[in-house]
């Protein structure tokens, strides 16, 4: 007798080692990851100045790592660069104001491809046990690529830039801005963890240690040896001026705001300070060239009767020039100079000039190229020690830790914003010396042509400020500090160990895979 009943087929097992083709709980046609992800550069953005919302960029981290976990790395790798895109487009969008909107977006996206990497490598890493700590620490690694690759990297946009003054800020004394970025990445993973319960108690232990070893670091304070410094921002004008008509009327404000200063100081309105700062760029004439500039200087530091570190480009050696500071002595005159260790690739030097002629007339914007430096900016200026930098090269940790261990005691910051209009460029490099004077234990002055100049405390915090496109001047007293902070000492092994790390998660997820 034959049975009628119906066959039914038992489920096969999957031999060991295979992946389930079944979609993922979302769909594979979701929308959510790349919403997420845009959301997430776009909250990193706002968290960074001029909007000043740090409490967003550990969410943003959140948002990111939620968006790459258990998507596959191609996939997420995508998620990373749109992501990144939202991120930098709006951040950088002073760049445009000199080259245009072409290397503006340039620039957006190539800072934006690092993220890539990220969004596939958290989409591996988040799929260990304690992976909120290595998705921080690959958030490191990206970084230390970034702030290096290519032609001397940009480090802008950073995590810790975004952490000007906020809970985790002290975290930058123990282990510089990697250590600030580690903590902010934490906070974020941690929250990722608290949304999916997965490896919650790595998320929080810890985000609650970096948060209360923050809250324990000793405030740096003001005692000890100190000077007064006056900074001075004579302003630009905006008259259409040819090149070197406005040339002359930036070095003219600057001398005679000093002139001004003078006056207040033998009427009793204003202290006598030890030594004056001017910005970047105060003196475009070169005064060992220019006798009508040298004699300009000159009068402007005799009147005011103590050194000045002056701001200046010199022409050569050849066909090349340099952006310096040079102590201008109201008797002995001109004498030590710092030159810009980091020119500004694309800004100040011109890679691969030729070839990019053929692509862009805009090559031309940069007609001759900057000299690189080669010692730190170590220089003495009436009683002050000083640990000089220029313009965007506080972003960069190295050139910072050289002038401090080189025996820097206030760290100045000599900057012309005035190209970047009233955009967000001059409050984020005002971010990034909040960080500094945290991670060294040193004063920040920051002098700027047009503005924003400042006074920061060694812990951080604004003492003085100005405002944009105004002539002013600050005088204030600021310490003047020997002492080394932890990051001081131990330099790049804490960026280097964090890195390693990510990198030692990520490859133990491709051998899992």
């Not at 830039?161 to 934490?186: I, K, M």
């Not at 131990?490 to 390693?500: C, I, S, T, W």
């Given at each position: 007798?034959?049975?009628?009943?119906?066959?039914?087929?038992l489920p096969q097992a999957r031999p060991p080692g295979t992946r389930?083709?079944?979609?993922?709980?979302?769909?594979?046609?979701?929308?959510?990851?790349?919403?997420?992800?845009?959301?997430?550069?776009?909250?990193?953005?706002?968290?960074?100045?001029?909007?000043?919302?740090?409490?967003?960029?550990?969410?943003?981290?959140?948002?990111?790592?939620?968006?790459?976990?258990?998507?596959?790395?191609?996939?997420?790798?995508?998620?990373?660069?749109?992501?990144?895109?939202?991120?930098?487009?709006?951040l950088l969008v002073w760049t445009g104001a000199v080259a245009g909107?072409?290397?503006?977006?340039?620039?957006?996206?190539?800072?934006?491809?690092?993220?890539?990497?990220?969004?596939?490598?958290?989409?591996?890493?988040?799929?260990?046990?304690?992976?909120?700590?290595?998705?921080?620490?690959?958030?490191?690694?990206?970084?230390?690529?970034?702030?290096?690759?290519?032609?001397?990297?940009?480090?802008?946009?950073?995590?810790?830039?975004?952490?000007?003054?906020?809970?985790?800020?002290?975290?930058?004394?123990?282990?510089?801005?990697?250590?600030?970025?580690?903590?902010?990445?934490?906070?974020?993973?941690?929250?990722?963890?608290?949304?999916?319960?997965?490896?919650?108690?790595?998320?929080?232990?810890?985000?609650?240690?970096?948060?209360?070893?923050?809250?324990?670091?000793?405030?740096?304070?003001?005692?000890?040896?100190?000077?007064?410094?006056?900074?001075?921002?004579?302003?630009?004008?905006?008259?259409?001026?040819?090149?070197?008509?406005?040339?002359?009327?930036?070095?003219?404000?600057?001398?005679?705001?000093?002139?001004?200063?003078?006056?207040?100081?033998?009427?009793?309105?204003?202290?006598?300070?030890d030594l004056v700062v001017w910005p970047e760029n105060a003196s475009?004439?070169?005064?060992?060239?220019?006798?009508?500039?040298?004699?300009?200087?000159?009068?402007?530091?005799?009147?005011?009767?103590?050194?000045?570190?002056?701001?200046?480009?010199?022409?050569?050696?050849?066909?090349?020039?340099?952006?310096?500071?040079?102590?201008?002595?109201?008797?002995?005159?001109?004498?030590?100079?710092?030159?810009?260790?980091?020119?500004?690739?694309?800004?100040?030097?011109?890679?691969?000039?030729?070839?990019?002629?053929?692509?862009?007339?805009?090559?031309?914007?940069?007609?001759?190229?900057?000299?690189?430096?080669?010692?730190?900016?170590?220089?003495?200026?009436?009683?002050?020690?000083?640990?000089?930098?220029?313009?965007?090269?506080?972003?960069?940790?190295?050139?910072?830790?050289?002038?401090?261990?080189?025996?820097?005691?206030?760290?100045?910051?000599?900057?012309?914003?005035?190209?970047?209009?009233?955009?967000?460029?001059?409050?984020?490099?005002?971010?990034?010396?909040?960080?500094?004077?945290?991670?060294?234990?040193?004063?920040?002055?920051?002098?700027?042509?047009?503005?924003?100049?400042?006074?920061?405390?060694?812990?951080?915090?604004?003492?003085?400020?100005?405002?944009?496109?105004?002539?002013?001047?600050?005088?204030?007293?600021?310490?003047?500090?020997?002492?080394?902070?932890?990051?001081?000492?131990?330099?790049?092994?804490?960026?280097?160990?964090?890195?390693?790390?990510?990198?030692?998660?990520?490859?133990?997820?491709?051998?899992?895979?």
């Amino acid at each position: 007798m034959t049975s009628t009943a119906p066959s039914v087929r038992l489920p096969q097992a999957r031999p060991p080692g295979t992946r389930s083709t079944a979609p993922s709980y979302a769909g594979r046609g979701s929308l959510w990851r790349p919403a997420a992800a845009l959301l997430a550069g776009l909250l990193l953005d706002v968290s960074f100045p001029p909007h000043d919302l740090w409490l967003l960029a550990p969410v943003a981290v959140a948002l990111l790592t939620l968006a790459c976990r258990g998507a596959r790395p191609r996939r997420a790798a995508a998620l990373g660069l749109v992501a990144g895109l939202a991120f930098f487009v709006p951040l950088l969008v002073w760049t445009g104001a000199v080259a245009g909107p072409g290397a503006w977006l340039a620039l957006a996206v190539a800072e934006a491809c690092f993220f890539a990497p990220l969004g596939a490598a958290l989409s591996v890493v988040t799929r260990l046990p304690g992976w909120p700590i290595w998705t921080a620490a690959l958030w490191v690694g990206q970084e230390a690529l970034r702030d290096r690759l290519p032609f001397g990297g940009f480090p802008w946009g950073r995590l810790a830039f975004s952490q000007g003054h906020s809970e985790l800020t002290p975290l930058a004394a123990l282990g510089g801005a990697p250590l600030l970025t580690f903590a902010v990445a934490v906070v974020g993973a941690a929250m990722a963890a608290v949304v999916l319960r997965k490896a919650l108690w790595v998320g929080l232990v810890g985000a609650a240690v970096l948060l209360g070893t923050a809250q324990l670091l000793p405030a740096a304070g003001t005692s000890g040896p100190s000077a007064v410094v006056a900074v001075v921002q004579g302003n630009v004008p905006r008259l259409g001026l040819d090149a070197f008509a406005q040339r002359a009327a930036v070095l003219r404000n600057h001398a005679a705001t000093t002139h001004a200063l003078a006056a207040d100081i033998r009427a009793g309105r204003s202290p006598r300070p030890d030594l004056v700062v001017w910005p970047e760029n105060a003196s475009d004439l070169d005064p060992y060239t220019v006798p009508e500039a040298a004699a300009t200087i000159d009068a402007a530091v005799k009147d005011v009767g103590v050194p000045v570190l002056v701001g200046a480009v010199l022409d050569g050696p050849g066909d090349k020039i340099r952006n310096a500071g040079i102590v201008w002595d109201p008797v002995t005159g001109p004498g030590a100079m710092y030159v810009k260790r980091h020119p500004v690739p694309f800004g100040e030097y011109m890679p691969y000039r030729s070839l990019i002629r053929r692509i862009s007339s805009k090559v031309d914007l940069v007609p001759r190229d900057f000299l690189a430096g080669r010692s730190p900016g170590v220089l003495t200026v009436g009683p002050a020690r000083l640990a000089d930098v220029i313009c965007f090269e506080v972003a960069y940790d190295g050139v910072v830790r050289d002038a401090v261990r080189g025996g820097g005691r206030l760290l100045v910051v000599q900057t012309n914003n005035a190209t970047f209009g009233r955009s967000g460029e001059t409050l984020q490099q005002l971010a990034m010396g909040r960080v500094r004077a945290v991670e060294h234990g040193r004063a920040v002055v920051v002098a700027a042509t047009s503005g924003v100049s400042a006074v920061i405390d060694p812990d951080g915090r604004l003492v003085q400020r100005t405002r944009v496109f105004t002539r002013d001047v600050m005088v204030q007293r600021v310490p003047l500090r020997d002492a080394s902070t932890p990051a001081t000492r131990v330099g790049a092994l804490p960026e280097l160990a964090l890195a390693l790390l990510g990198a030692a998660a990520l490859l133990v997820g491709l051998v899992r895979r």
